[in-house]
Antibody, heavy 122, light 107 residues
Framework: EVHLVESGGGLVQPGGSLRLSCAASGFTFSSYVMSWVRQAPGKGLECVSVISASGGHTYYADSVKGRFTISRDNSKSTLYLQMNSLRVEDTAIYYC???????????????WGQGTMVTVSS | DIQMTQSPSSLSASVGDRVTITCRASQSIDNYLNWYQQKPGKAPKLLIYAASNLQSGVPSRFSGSGSGADFTLTIGSLQPEDFATYYCQQSYSTPHTFGQGTNLEIK
């Protein structure tokens, strides 16, 4: 069965850093584009970052550009999100997602993790 | 970034009703449009991809249509388990932006 399990969330002060991880299983991780989507409390969904299957191409929302870095280790089937200079407005549940088709960027997310909560507060 | 606008933002309907939610992109996105359902405390679930393709395991009462900049999600006959929040998402360009959501409530 296909699974994504996020970890690394928690409480951090403004200006601090966190690194989220997403462990994948049940599919050939290295063949799929992956993304991070967040949801602030009571709000809608925001795609914050996308990474190609090889890891050679990365994309960011303007709201996190220059502060967040997406990466992946295909040998470990793990996706990461390094979050620096965190702001109160980064408080959200962060979901790891798998893009549906192999090697395709322009598709929906068919598998989602359970999410990990990030709270930025003093 | 491409802006996605859903309407309505909220909708009250009864079991058995046929409902339609619309989504408009700020530019043409061909058919790179996806629909998700989200229930409280749960991750979103993919319902429709590439505007009109039903994701495996999703009931056939869900359907999608449209191309270019205007799209619709239709639920043919509402079931109790369909009351949730629905989001559209464009995957034409990165980042894959979402609409603001439509909250479907029981009348």
């Amino acid at each position: 069965e296909v699974h994504l399990v996020e970890s690394g969330g928690g409480l951090v002060q403004p200006g601090g850093s966190l690194r989220l991880s997403c462990a994948a299983s049940g599919f050939t991780f290295s063949s799929y584009v992956m993304s991070w989507v967040r949801q602030a409390p009571g709000k809608g969904l925001e795609c914050v970052s996308v990474i190609s299957a090889s890891g050679g191409h990365t994309y960011y929302a303007d709201s996190v550009k220059g502060r967040f870095t997406i990466s992946r280790d295909n040998s470990k089937s793990t996706l990461y999100l390094q979050m620096n200079s965190l702001r109160v407005e980064d408080t959200a549940i962060y979901y790891c997602t798998k893009i549906k088709q192999k090697l395709v960027l322009h598709d929906g997310s068919d598998i989602w993790g359970q999410g990990t909560m990030v709270t930025v507060s003093s | 970034d491409i802006q996605m606008t859903q309407s309505p933002s909220s909708l009250s309907a009864s079991v058995g009703d046929r409902v339609t939610i619309t989504c408009r992109a700020s530019q043409s996105i061909d058919n790179y449009l996806n629909w998700y359902q989200q229930k409280p405390g749960k991750a979103p679930k993919l319902l429709i991809y590439a505007a009109s393709n039903l994701q495996s395991g999703v009931p056939s009462r869900f359907s999608g249509s449209g191309s270019g900049a205007d799209f619709t999600l239709t639920i043919g006959s509402l079931q109790p388990e369909d009351f949730a929040t629905y989001y559209c998402q464009q995957s034409y360009s990165t980042p894959h932006t979402f609409g603001q959501g439509t909250n479907l409530e029981i009348k």
